[in-house]
């Protein structure tokens, strides 16, 4: 997928509006990455891209940019 | 996106290193031997002290026996091992839809310890309780937790405050540091608030009276079922209203009935209190009903709704009240607080309402057709 697919992804999956989610988005202003977000989240990219977390990778995840970073890790992001 | 139990629950089990069936093993009511633990995890996550004995306040709204009963309050904790994670509390309460009286449960205090917030620990109980109770309720939320309530239930407009000035005396004292000078400079817009107030007439039947009341009277137990058309709240009964206002440990709350010939019409429940933002005296009336029932539906004009509110606004005028707030949902309580001169501000509290049942769920989403008051939110204005 494109950057602007999963920043699209991203917004649904945190129910937020597209404009709110940009790569140098952080964690604190997205307001649905939170205790349901995160679940959320992680059930997503399993279930779409086979991809677990691991707890270090969960803990530092800060930002959109971080999440472009693991799609980036496990090839699933197009430049 | 699906957000059910199912899906989510096997992540927050490997993030806390759990199989899903012990995770379901370690949410439980708590019972006596973890209160001290509840205390402690709430104790934690206070921002300052609280106003309140935090012990008697638990003490008073859940039960911590270790009957497992589950037609009482109870606060439900995550427990692994010896470690109480997170937990939630749930209040039972009689739902009146339509004149049937059916049990919902009011979802609230949830904490998580912070070592693990953000794991998904408070959606995930939020989504447990709603694998295990059919109509589950949330009145109010804040900053952290109205994004995942407006995802994981259905949000309504709920309640919206009203405010009726009474003296601009301590605002101008305070705010506008005019000290001596406030006193005469509020004099004329104090006067012009009391004739405002006055020019709206309010037809009263002779023989009407208030009385400050020191117990519910068995009288309101058919108030909600009775007189209510195509509405939905929480039954008012006596049993209910004095376990909700009286024996709160939080809040000294007052009681007025209002009497018509010796038949109690209706009652208000209020509070008295100084305002930390104003340093004046304000009242907010917290709970109200009447006989006459929620007539917006038929249009009719509110008689003892106007009636009780009005006197009410005069009983907390002469206890020397500078503001009265009120919360409302309904038409008919927006007829009333409108006819009496209360404004209506932005802020509010939404309500949330989850419902496996699709018929009754559609019922419960006419944002409408909720009777609401301020009395319906659990954190008694703190």
């Given at each position: 997928m494109t950057v602007n697919e999963a920043l699209r992804w991203f917004a649904e999956m945190f129910e937020e509006?597209?404009?709110?989610?940009?790569?140098?988005?952080k964690r604190e202003d997205?307001?649905?990455?939170d205790s349901l977000g995160i679940l959320t989240l992680m059930a997503e990219l399993d279930e779409r891209l086979d991809i677990t977390l691991s707890q270090e990778e969960l803990e530092n995840l800060s930002g959109i940019d971080d999440l472009l970073a693991v799609l980036r890790r496990h090839d699933a992001l197009t430049e | 996106m699906k957000l059910t139990l199912d899906r989510l629950g096997p992540y927050l089990a490997k993030s806390l290193g759990l199989s899903e069936e012990a995770m379901l093993g370690c949410f439980r009511p708590a019972t006596r031997g973890d209160f001290e633990q509840v205390v402690a995890l709430r104790r934690t996550l206070?921002?300052?002290?609280?106003?309140?004995?935090d012990n008697a306040y638990l003490r008073w709204r859940y039960d911590f026996s270790d009957?497992?009963?589950?037609v009482v309050n109870r606060f439900w904790i995550f427990k692994r091992g010896d470690e109480v994670l997170g937990g939630v509390g749930l209040e039972r309460v009689s739902l009146v839809v339509d004149g049937e009286v059916m049990t919902a449960h009011k979802s609230m205090d949830i904490v998580v310890v912070?070592?693990?917030?953000?794991?998904?620990l408070g959606a995930w109980m939020n989504l447990a309780l709603m694998e295990r109770y059919p109509v589950i309720l949330v009145v109010g939320s804040n900053q952290n937790s109205h994004k995942m309530l407006t995802r994981l239930f259905c949000e309504l407009p709920g309640l919206q405050v009203w405010k009726l000035p009474i003296s601009v005396r301590g605002t101008l004292k305070r705010?506008?540091?005019?000290?001596?000078?406030a006193a005469p400079l509020a004099f004329p817009v104090d006067l012009a608030l009391k004739l405002r107030r006055k020019s709206k007439p309010v037809q009263c039947p002779s023989g009407i009276e208030l009385q400050e009341l020191t117990a519910v009277p068995?009288?309101?137990?058919?108030y909600s079922k009775d007189s209510t058309r195509g509405s939905i709240l929480v039954d008012r009964t006596a049993e209910y209203l004095t376990w909700r206002f009286?024996?709160?440990?939080r809040r000294d709350y007052r009681l007025l009935g209002l009497y018509e010939k010796g038949a109690l019409m209706g009652y208000s429940v209020y509070r008295v209190y100084r305002s930390e933002e104003n340093d004046q005296i304000e009242a907010g009336i917290l709970d109200w009903f009447t006989?006459?029932?929620?007539c917006s539906a038929d249009g009719e004009k509110p008689k003892y709704g106007l009636i009780l509110l009005r006197e009410t606004v005069e009983h907390l005028v002469r206890k020397g009240a500078c503001m009265i707030h009120v919360s409302a949902s309904d038409e008919y309580s927006r007829k009333v607080l409108g006819g009496l001169e209360f404004r209506r501000r932005p802020e509010g509290s939404p309500l949330f309402v989850y419902c496996s049942q699709p018929e009754l769920r559609n019922r419960l989403l006419?944002?409408?057709s909720w009777f609401l008051t301020e009395g319906d939110e659990d954190t008694d204005g703190f």
């Amino acid at each position: 997928m494109t950057v602007n697919e999963a920043l699209r992804w991203f917004a649904e999956m945190f129910e937020e509006p597209e404009e709110n989610i940009a790569p140098d988005t952080k964690r604190e202003d997205i307001e649905g990455w939170d205790s349901l977000g995160i679940l959320t989240l992680m059930a997503e990219l399993d279930e779409r891209l086979d991809i677990t977390l691991s707890q270090e990778e969960l803990e530092n995840l800060s930002g959109i940019d971080d999440l472009l970073a693991v799609l980036r890790r496990h090839d699933a992001l197009t430049e | 996106m699906k957000l059910t139990l199912d899906r989510l629950g096997p992540y927050l089990a490997k993030s806390l290193g759990l199989s899903e069936e012990a995770m379901l093993g370690c949410f439980r009511p708590a019972t006596r031997g973890d209160f001290e633990q509840v205390v402690a995890l709430r104790r934690t996550l206070f921002t300052r002290t609280p106003r309140w004995n935090d012990n008697a306040y638990l003490r008073w709204r859940y039960d911590f026996s270790d009957d497992q009963s589950p037609v009482v309050n109870r606060f439900w904790i995550f427990k692994r091992g010896d470690e109480v994670l997170g937990g939630v509390g749930l209040e039972r309460v009689s739902l009146v839809v339509d004149g049937e009286v059916m049990t919902a449960h009011k979802s609230m205090d949830i904490v998580v310890v912070p070592a693990i917030d953000g794991k998904g620990l408070g959606a995930w109980m939020n989504l447990a309780l709603m694998e295990r109770y059919p109509v589950i309720l949330v009145v109010g939320s804040n900053q952290n937790s109205h994004k995942m309530l407006t995802r994981l239930f259905c949000e309504l407009p709920g309640l919206q405050v009203w405010k009726l000035p009474i003296s601009v005396r301590g605002t101008l004292k305070r705010r506008f540091r005019l000290g001596p000078l406030a006193a005469p400079l509020a004099f004329p817009v104090d006067l012009a608030l009391k004739l405002r107030r006055k020019s709206k007439p309010v037809q009263c039947p002779s023989g009407i009276e208030l009385q400050e009341l020191t117990a519910v009277p068995a009288d309101v137990d058919s108030y909600s079922k009775d007189s209510t058309r195509g509405s939905i709240l929480v039954d008012r009964t006596a049993e209910y209203l004095t376990w909700r206002f009286f024996e709160n440990p939080r809040r000294d709350y007052r009681l007025l009935g209002l009497y018509e010939k010796g038949a109690l019409m209706g009652y208000s429940v209020y509070r008295v209190y100084r305002s930390e933002e104003n340093d004046q005296i304000e009242a907010g009336i917290l709970d109200w009903f009447t006989t006459e029932g929620l007539c917006s539906a038929d249009g009719e004009k509110p008689k003892y709704g106007l009636i009780l509110l009005r006197e009410t606004v005069e009983h907390l005028v002469r206890k020397g009240a500078c503001m009265i707030h009120v919360s409302a949902s309904d038409e008919y309580s927006r007829k009333v607080l409108g006819g009496l001169e209360f404004r209506r501000r932005p802020e509010g509290s939404p309500l949330f309402v989850y419902c496996s049942q699709p018929e009754l769920r559609n019922r419960l989403l006419d944002g409408e057709s909720w009777f609401l008051t301020e009395g319906d939110e659990d954190t008694d204005g703190f």
